[in-house]
């Protein structure tokens, strides 16, 4: 699979050949303490309650969904949607023998009142107690239209917590700097493949106070990365660095030195690159 159909294939995975890539890469993401303890602050911020209902928008694997489902009774409800039924097909597989309070249902962002011609569910309104989404506006072309639909499908007074990066706060250190703002700036670029809204970090707050949201909070958080190792598995550099050289942001050979300045700082002990991320709570 080409890198730059990998990263863009998040817009929509079932039209990909195969999967079980995306699959493992969430899986892979799953790996990294940084991940997790951002994972678990997102859910503290939904102030769950043992037989609350809650929805998980763009769930992937099913793992923050599941999570959730662990710490409610059987009277509660907990709901993961994604438009993927490849990864829908995976979740259902991996949790159906873990009696939780816990169904996924197919659905878009975009529009949660559902698609009968899709199979998409219809999501009524005023019906959870708190929604989260995470890493999936980037991939969405209207996410102020997704955000105003978590806060119809929950109840008033209810939380929306969101949680997304921001790719023009990406850093990435090298010796070649001139070459990495290049990059990072082509990350960015509205012709960018790889994500549809690159900028969604910062532009949270502005959706959720257009959408009628009370008590919005903004937490920022950095994820510092020292090695290489660490890096690769979560920040799909190849196809940011693929796109680049497609756009002629970069010549062939200043890729090339690039990747190869990376290397050197690795291998020196100096490896540094540090992802923002945004997350944002709002009261409905
Ligand atoms: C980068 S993954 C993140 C998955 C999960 N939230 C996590 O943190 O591991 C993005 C997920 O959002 C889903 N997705 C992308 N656009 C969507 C949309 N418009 N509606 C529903 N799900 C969407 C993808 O199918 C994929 O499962």
Redesign the pocket.
């Known amino acids: 699979m080409r890198t730059d159909d990998f990263a863009k294939g998040?817009?929509n995975?079932d039209v990909q050949e195969e999967v079980q890539p995306f699959i493992d890469y969430?899986k892979a993401?799953l790996e990294n303490d940084q991940i997790i303890h951002y994972k678990v602050l997102m859910r503290r911020m939904m102030s769950l309650k043992k037989n609350g209902r809650y929805l998980?928008?763009?769930?992937?694997?099913g793992?923050?969904i599941a999570e959730i489902a662990k710490k409610l009774s059987s009277s509660g409800e907990a709901v993961g949607?994604?438009?993927?039924k490849g990864?829908l097909e995976y979740s259902q597989a991996c949790y159906k023998e873990a009696n939780l309070p816990l169904r996924f249902a197919l659905?878009?962002?975009?529009d949660l009142r559902g698609d009968a011609s899709k199979e998409y569910s219809r999501l009524e309104d005023n019906y959870f107690d708190a929604c989260k989404?995470?890493?999936?506006l980037m991939?969405?072309g209207d996410p102020k239209r997704?955000i105003s639909e978590l806060k119809r499908v929950t109840k008033e007074r209810g939380i929306v917590v969101v949680g997304e990066p921001d790719w023009g706060a990406f850093i990435i250190n090298s010796d070649l700097n001139d070459i990495s703002l290049k990059i990072t700036n082509a990350m960015c670029s509205p012709e960018s493949p790889v994500v549809k809204s690159p900028l969604i970090g910062r532009e949270l707050y502005s959706h959720f106070v257009q959408c009628g949201f009370h008590h919005i909070d903004v937490t920022i958080l950095n994820i510092p990365f020292y090695t290489l190792e660490e890096f690769n598995p979560i920040i799909p550099l190849d196809s940011f660095l693929e796109h680049a050289l497609k756009i002629k942001a970069i010549t062939e050979d200043e890729e090339k030195n690039f990747r190869k300045n990376l290397q050197k700082k690795d291998e020196q002990g100096e490896f540094f690159a540090n992802y923002c991320f945004f997350i944002v709570k709002g009261e409905a």
């Open positions: 998040y817009s995975i969430l993401v998980e928008v763009g769930c992937g694997t793992y923050d949607v994604d438009f993927s990864c659905g878009n962002a975009e989404t995470d890493r999936v991939h969405v997704a």
